[in-house]
């Protein structure tokens, strides 16, 4: 079933150059793709609290968690279902901007809740975790987990919203695989927010180490117990255990399982987030189906998008041409 979506996005989508969303405006839990129906696999639901002492119990498992905005509340989970001892090395939040600088580097864009500042905690957590404990534990499998969250605030001036990532090996010894994520939550209220990263945050290690061989259940479990809560508006699973898997059709996944209404990426296939690549930009959105994309669809887009950059008020060194396709047959 996947290699023919695989093949449609392949055929499709490689002729349009820009940046591409996918729009689900169908009825939740049902997508039909050409001839192709999805349906939802069948599995075991688990409390947070029974993920996070599954994890716990396993002691080829051990891990960093660095976590800044929204508390610690990962970690708590971790350390309230008992024998942590056995999976957490080492927890910290880094809440004073000066002193994450001087932890992780500055920003040059200003901004803490970002993609970027992600990965400089999980490069820095994790060399950090190679460095000072490879030796004494050579047959155990290393995650850091991280994340950089901006809750609710007093005022309702920010909304809340927040980057999440995990760097972790499957086996011991092996080369280590990313899985980041952008978070849009929903509570109207702080502490809410709170519990929702936190539970996130379980879900998103237990899926790492309990549903790597199946994408869609990983896609899936993400939302244990966050319904109508939270929504996950990018995701973006990397590395050499996961070079079968095309983040296109991650996107697709995503939008298909009710993580998100809308999954953005590039032409590179890289899943985006609008916060990121729109950031001070100028962007032009082109409507429509392109099933398949003829020659007069990118004639048109082509020179639309050549009028758009000429355009006075327009930055044409930081404009994007994004067709907008939607997944109705």
């Known amino acids: 079933m996947q290699e023919h979506i695989i093949e449609f ?18 009825k939740p839990q049902t997508l039909n793709f050409q001839h192709i129906t999805f349906k939802h696999i069948m599995r075991q639901q688990l409390e947070t609290e029974q ?26 989970y971790f350390f309230q279902v008992g024998g942590a001892a056995g999976t ?11 002193y994450s600088d001087q932890i992780y580097g500055p920003e040059p864009s200003g901004r803490y809740v970002c993609e970027s500042r992600l990965y400089k905690m999980l490069d820095h957590e994790y060399d950090l975790m190679g460095a000072r404990l490879r030796q004494e534990r050579p047959n155990t499998s290393f995650f850091v987990f991280a994340d950089t969250i901006a809750a609710v605030n ?39 927010q709170q519990q929702a990263i936190g539970i996130l945050g379980v ?43 095309d983040n296109r059709l991650l996107s697709l996944l995503s939008v ?51 009028q758009f950059r000429e355009d006075p008020e327009v930055a044409s060194g930081k404009s994007f041409c994004s067709p907008k396709l939607h997944l109705i047959i």
């Open 9 to 26: 996005l392949n055929q499709n989508i490689p002729d349009l150059k820009g940046v591409y969303l996918f729009k689900n405006n169908l």
């Open 51 to 76: 993920k996070a002492l599954e994890i716990n119990l396993d002691d080829s498992i051990y891990g960093t968690f660095a976590e800044i905005g929204a508390g610690q509340e990962v970690a708590r």
């Open 88 to 98: 957490i090395a080492k927890t910290m939040s880094a809440y004073d901007k000066v």
């Open 154 to 192: 007093f005022s309702r001036t920010v909304k809340g919203d927040g980057w999440l990532g995990i760097r972790f090996q499957l086996k011991a010894e092996g080369e280590t695989n990313d899985l980041v994520l952008h978070v849009r939550m929903l509570d109207n209220d702080n502490r809410l």
């Open 203 to 245: 879900n998103l290690i237990h899926a790492c180490f309990r549903y790597n061989d199946n994408p869609e259940v990983m896609l899936q479990s993400l939302m244990d117990g966050l319904h109508e809560r939270v929504m996950i508006d990018m995701i973006r699973l990397t590395g050499p255990d996961f070079e079968h898997v």
């Open 256 to 306: 298909k399982n009710g993580l998100t209404d809308v999954a953005i990426f590039g032409p590179d296939g890289k899943p985006l987030h609008a916060s990121e690549f729109l950031y001070k930009r100028h962007l032009m959105i082109v409507r429509g189906s392109f099933r398949p994309p003829t020659l007069v669809n990118l004639d048109m887009i082509k020179s639309g998008y050549q």
